[in-house]
């Protein structure tokens, strides 16, 4: 079996890292992606995506990195369990294995 995926998208939002009680720390940051496909106006739509980032990838994102800025991501999707509205349900997220700065938004051409 393999689980493995790459996006490329702007940052929509810098990680906040959490402390664990086993001294580990996490979080999460979401990347949007422009959907392939134009809208009926013309325009695209986005998707958002929300990476789990572990331990130094996750602070060092948080040194490097600005909303906007356009990274690669390579890593595997998981799951979680959430609770919503009495039901439980399984969440999906991208576990961010190999992040890499491309471009700061300015530099992008359209």
Same mark, same amino acid.
């Given at each position: 079996?393999?689980?493995?995926?790459a996006i490329v998208g702007r940052v929509a939002c810098l990680p906040e890292v959490t402390r664990l009680g086993n001294g580990f720390s996490e979080s999460y940051m979401a990347i949007e992606v422009d959907d392939p496909y134009l809208n009926k106006d013309g325009s695209r739509s986005q998707s958002v995506f929300e990476?789990?980032?572990?331990?130094?990838?996750?602070?060092d994102c948080l040194d490097v990195l600005e909303v906007g800025d356009v990274v690669s991501?390579?890593? &595997?999707?998981?799951? &979680?369990?959430?609770?919503?509205?009495?039901?439980? =349900?399984?969440? =999906?997220?991208?576990v961010g294995e190999t992040v890499r700065f491309i471009a700061k938004e300015e530099e992008i051409v359209s």
């Open positions: 079996m393999l689980n493995t995926l990476v789990k980032l572990w331990q130094g990838i996750a602070k991501i390579k890593g &595997r999707l998981s799951s &979680r369990q959430v609770l919503v509205e009495d039901t439980w =349900m399984d969440k =999906m997220y991208v």
